[in-house]
């Protein structure tokens, strides 16, 4: 059974704090996949990785970092938080090659606040 | 490039009753198409997909899904839902390279008894 965690499941952070996000997945993945779910908007993509060390900017990065630093473990770091970053966040894992590389699995999300 | 239109926010419904929730994608390209359920206070979770064969294509759950090429649908149908179905779901095309997908904005479906 494929399992995403995230490391919080709800966050308070203050406005000007650097906040990280975890994200731990145990199916060897290649893809590593964070997004940002807000009413109305749907999920929107920041980063992707589809590999160590590899990023690639999704459709809202400005604002975001990431790090992967190990295959399993994708962070999302956010450098100084801002209200407007109040969101879930979910985190999500695929393979890179063959059928199943479509299909994301994903974390229960953490939903942040800043205050 | 690929964009994912769900018409409907909200879809009320009793229960037993059948839904439809409508999906619709453009893409000049072949597409994949992605059902996924999200219950509330957890992530997602795939429903069903289409990558090539049959139109009809079935998930769990009891949900199905048909894709029209030509009217560029892949609208999700139950014949009878239950109270268990209450969540949000999420409509999704594959953009076609580095695996990544487009998501629709979502539909919550509220069943009632």
């Known amino acids: 059974d494929v399992k995403v965690t995230q490391s919080s499941r709800y966050l308070v952070k203050r406005t000007g704090e650097k906040v990280f996000l975890e994200c731990v997945q145990d199916?060897?993945?290649?893809?590593m996949f964070w997004y940002r779910q807000d009413p109305g908007l749907g999920l929107r993509l920041i980063y992707f990785?589809?590999?160590?060390?590899?990023?690639e900017k999704g459709d809202i990065p400005e604002g975001y970092s990431v790090s992967r630093e190990k295959k399993e473990r994708f962070s999302l770091i956010l450098e100084s938080a801002s209200t407007n970053q109040t969101s879930m966040y979910l985190c999500?894992?695929?393979?890179?090659?063959?059928?199943?590389?479509?299909?994301?699995?994903f974390g229960p999300g953490t939903r942040l606040t800043v205050t | 490039a690929q964009s994912v239109t769900q018409l409907d926010s909200q879809v009320p419904v009793f229960e037993e009753a059948p839904v439809e929730l409508r999906c619709n994608y453009s893409?000049?390209?072949?597409?994949?198409l992605f059902w996924y359920v999200q219950y509330p206070n957890q992530g997602l979770q795939l429903l069903l997909k289409?990558?090539?064969?049959?139109?009809l294509v079935k998930g769990i759950n009891g949900f199905e899904a048909e894709f029209n090429k030509s009217q560029t649908s892949f609208h999700l149908r139950k014949p009878s839902v239950h109270i268990s179905d209450t969540a949000e779901y999420f409509c999704?095309?594959?953009?076609?390279?580095?695996?990544?997908?487009?998501f629709g904005t979502g539909t919550r479906l509220a069943v009632r008894p």
């Open positions: 999500a894992s695929s393979f890179r090659w063959g059928d199943s590389s479509y299909e994301q699995y």
């Open positions: 990785s589809y590999d160590v060390k590899m990023k």
């Open positions: 893409s000049s390209v072949s597409v994949y």
């Open positions: 999704a095309v594959y953009r076609g390279s580095g695996d990544k997908l487009t």
């Open positions: 289409y990558l090539s064969g049959s139109t």
């Open positions: 199916m060897d993945h290649e893809n």
